[in-house]
């Protein structure tokens, strides 16, 4: 599904009634066919519609003439009669009720308060409003966004309308796979209306853009034919912190023929023999972390795929160590947790001089530390934080929060796909030992393993989920559900 900003919906909406259909006549449209589309999803005699005074507050009214004209009972509440022309315009066509005061005894609630044009904190009479519609337990509606989300960024303004289907118009709007967005609605649809297509969009990842990846395995082959990845993590004080083990079973699931598990010699014996199909090595170590060693990291660069950093606490060694395998591998390298910790207090300018295809996978307070942006600049403007990060780094980055954004600072995707389950300790280092897998045995761009790897992840949650409360799920039985989801890749 393609997604569009509230700056770039803005852009093409202007666009559009500049030069192919004035602004009266998109309103009409859209509004009248939101307005089909709830005659047919729902049964209900009785509605109110909540109108605010421009775009959204035109459509609103839109809608309430056509609910009338098809026989429903409708009252209209202008939350302002401070009306833009347009809204104004439909107010002056509307010959239905428009009442005072609600007493909430109605079937559905049309939303049409606040559309994508919202950017600050709401007043008293909208907050109050919104709060009420929720609280009436009366199944709301919302006309393009549900009101008080920020259609970029999802983030709320003190309170947000909780509609059982948001009909957005044309595009559906980033916010509504971020933050609290995600929260906004329970179902969606996109209501064509003619406005002008745009290249400026955002991918959200679907299942069929997946399909096929993996290919069917031919007979003449053998482990060698399946490359070789590698995972080095790990440190006495994080010993057990992400089962690092597991991890590099996940690499194995992924298909490659080698999986290598790199840790320090202080806590190599808590490894040995834990999973046999790993092959296991100990690297010097020095205060319970890795010492910087080149003659030992010389081995990982036959690797084809390498994930660092899981478990690893902070350190100048580990900092030299990334330093050595960005000026001298020539694979495809993923950092992650305290590989990005590191950059973070040491220096990241290290990632502008490297030789291998480099992947990071923050999460935002990691992003915080990584791009010195406060964190809450960061939740309000996600997307333009990552692909700017990207961008100048010449790496691809997965922003991972509950839904995650993936781009190599040119091309950006959502990946919606997870749920709650995922809310634990180990979610990211199962993406990281997913990714080491995918990256060798696979020959795509990294991109696209970026995006599959966090496809399988989250599908594989959504499946535990089917037989399990999210809160009772651990990372293996997550990790259980993984071969359903290459089945359903594969098409079996």
Not at 72 to 85: F, G, H, R, T
Not at 456 to 481: D, H, Q, S, W, Y
């Amino acid at each position: 599904m393609d997604l569009v900003t509230k700056e770039e919906m803005k852009r093409i909406d202007n666009y559009t009634c500049l030069n192919k259909i004035n602004s009266k006549d998109l309103i009409f449209i859209a509004g009248s066919n939101i307005a089909k589309r709830i005659m047919k999803d729902y049964t209900f005699n009785k509605v109110l519609v909540l109108a605010g005074s421009s775009g959204n507050g035109a459509d609103a009214f839109v809608v309430a003439k056509t609910l009338l004209d098809n026989g429903y009972k409708v009252d209209l509440y202008a939350v302002s009669n401070n009306y833009s022309s347009d809204c104004k315009y439909y107010h002056n066509l509307y010959d239905g009720n428009i009442i005072d005061e609600i007493h909430f005894d109605y079937d559905l609630i049309v939303d049409g308060l606040i559309g994508i044009g919202l950017s600050r904190p709401l007043n008293d009479n909208y907050k109050e409003l919104i709060n009420k519609a929720n609280e009436s337990n009366i199944k709301v509606v919302s006309i393009d966004i549900p009101s008080g989300i920020d259609a970029t960024s999802g983030i709320s303004y003190n309170a947000y309308i909780k509609a059982d289907k948001c009909y957005t118009v044309e595009y559906a709007k980033t916010g509504l796979y971020l933050n609290d967005g995600l929260n906004s609605y329970k179902y969606l649809e996109v209501v064509p209306v003619g406005i002008e297509k745009t290249n400026d969009i955002i991918h959200l990842n679907e299942i069929s853009d997946f399909k096929g990846l993996f290919k069917e395995r031919m007979r003449n082959t053998n482990k060698g034919s399946f490359h070789k990845a590698g995972l080095v993590a790990g440190s006495y004080k994080y010993a057990g912190a992400s089962y690092i083990s597991y991890m590099a079973l996940l690499s194995l699931m992924m298909g490659i023929g080698y999986s290598y598990l790199y840790v320090p010699k202080c806590i190599y014996d808590a490894y040995l023999l834990k999973e046999p199909e790993i092959l296991l090595n100990g690297l010097s170590h020095l205060d319970g972390h890795i010492k910087y060693n080149e003659d030992e990291l010389k081995a990982l660069l036959k690797l084809d795929s390498i994930s660092i950093g899981m478990g690893m606490d902070v350190s100048k060694d580990l900092y030299l160590t990334l330093e050595y395998l960005l000026n001298n591998y020539e694979g495809k390298l993923v950092i992650d947790a305290d590989g990005l910790n590191t950059l973070a207090k040491y220096g990241i300018d290290i990632l502008k001089n490297k030789k291998c295809e480099v992947i990071l996978t923050p999460h935002l307070k990691e992003m915080e530390r990584l791009s010195g942006i406060p964190l809450e600049k960061i939740i309000a403007n996600p997307i333009e934080v990552a692909k700017s990060f990207a961008k100048e780094y010449g790496i691809c980055l997965i922003l991972k929060s509950s839904s995650s954004i993936i781009t190599n600072g040119i091309n950006i995707h959502i990946s919606s796909f997870g749920n709650t389950a995922l809310a634990k300790g180990g979610s990211g280092d199962m993406l990281s030992g997913i990714l080491a897998g995918l990256l060798a045995y696979l020959d795509l761009d990294i991109l696209t393993i970026a995006n599959l790897a966090c496809y399988i992840l989250g599908r594989a949650a959504e499946f535990a989920t089917k037989r399990m409360n999210p809160e009772c799920v651990l990372p293996r039985n997550v990790i259980e559900n993984i071969d359903l989801v290459i089945k359903e890749i594969k098409n079996d």
